[in-house]
């Protein structure tokens, strides 16, 4: 059982950045990959960015080239740098972890870029 905590989410002008940050109660230096989704009001809950336990990471068209996505095996954390946030990045954002096949979440954290 991996349980995630998702903290850095709020209010932001369009253009400026945040960093959100996921800490998980377990190593994740063997999970099999760490991601991020978001969830926009109405809207499916969408993959933002995602890293493999290799090293790998794939990104969402929408958010090439302004998300980044890092992750701290000493601290049992990924981070998702967001930067020139744009109105359409405001979600719920979520941290996903994958091992074996099972997806764990964490609660939620707020982004909302306001125009």
């Known amino acids: 059982q991996v349980q995630l905590v998702e903290s850095g989410g709020g209010l932001v002008q369009a253009g400026e950045s945040l960093r959100l940050s996921c800490t998980a109660s377990t190593s994740i230096f063997n999970i099999d990959s760490m991601a991020w989704y978001r969830q926009a009001p109405g809207k499916q809950r969408e993959l933002v960015a995602r890293m493999t336990s290799g090293g790998t990471k794939n990104y969402a068209d929408s958010v090439k080239g302004r998300f980044a996505i890092s992750r701290d095996n000493a601290k049992n954390t990924v981070y998702l740098q967001m930067n020139s946030l744009k109105p359409e990045d405001t979600a719920v954002y979520y941290c996903?972890?994958?091992?074996?096949?099972?997806?764990?979440w964490g609660r939620g954290t707020l982004v909302t870029a306001s125009s």
């Open positions: 996903n972890a994958r091992d074996w096949g099972i997806d764990y």
